[in-house]
T-cell receptor, first 111, second 117 residues
């Protein structure tokens, strides 16, 4: 079993839709949870990070962490074609910055 | 602020040949990482440097991969000899903080796409 599981997609939605991206993990010691966005032929860029459980909102993006279920989510409201990319979840243990990535979910938002 | 620079962007070699990748991190960033991203997978950490010392190389295949970061700035990653399964994108990242810390954002370069034939 992989430490971090993520549905690879692809996920195709119309412009304006609400998108839900999810990851599950097996290591209950993970404390930091991140979402990266990776455009084609580019390196990943950090979208959001969350410490422990709870929600965090930034503009159209909301990150949720449910440590009891070992489940994290990223919601994108009013999705735009420019949101088309691969979204990678990543997590790390306390007091380390070694990131464990999911496989990434490819998202396509069509006009 | 200039981002993480990597070269070359693309490389095609035959198996058993050697190859080297170069990374120039963001100025002032103490920590540098090399990741391997195989098609359809997330990045996997190969090695982490703090200044010019190795913090973590537990997933680096040391029989064929080597990396160095002289003077705590630029870094090179070498593969010798290459195997077919080394075909991947090699990403370099850097971060500012000296030690593991909450919110230690890693900034990624564009990567080097390696194809081994």
């Amino acid at each position: 079993q992989k430490e971090v599981e993520q549905d690879p997609g692809p996920l195709s939605v119309p412009e304006g839709a609400i998108v839900s991206l999810n990851c599950t993990y097996s290591n209950s010691a993970f404390q930091y949870f991140m979402w990266y966005r990776q455009y084609s032929r580019k390196g990943p860029e950090l979208l959001m990070y969350t410490y422990s459980s709870g929600n965090k909102e930034d503009g159209r993006f909301t990150a949720q962490v449910d440590k009891s279920s070992k489940y994290i989510s990223l919601f994108i409201r009013d999705s735009q074609p420019s949101d088309s990319a691969t979204y990678l979840c990543a997590m790390s243990l306390y007091n380390t910055d070694k990131l464990i990535f999911g496989t990434g979910t490819r998202l396509q938002v069509f006009p | 602020e200039a981002g993480v620079a990597q070269s070359p962007r693309y490389k095609i070699i035959e198996k058993r040949q050697s190859v080297a990748f170069w990374c120039n991190p963001i100025s002032g960033h103490a920590t540098l990482y090399w990741y391997q991203q195989i098609l359809g997978q997330g990045p996997k950490l190969l090695i982490q440097f703090q200044n010019n010392g190795v913090v973590d190389d537990s997933q680096l295949p040391k029989d064929r991969f080597s990396a160095e970061r002289l003077k705590g700035v630029d870094s090179t990653l070498k593969i010798q000899p290459a195997k077919l399964e080394d075909s991947a994108v090699y990403l370099c990242a850097s971060s500012f903080r000296l030690a593991a810390h909450l919110g230690n954002e890693q900034f990624f370069g564009p990567g080097t796409r390696l194809t081994v034939l």
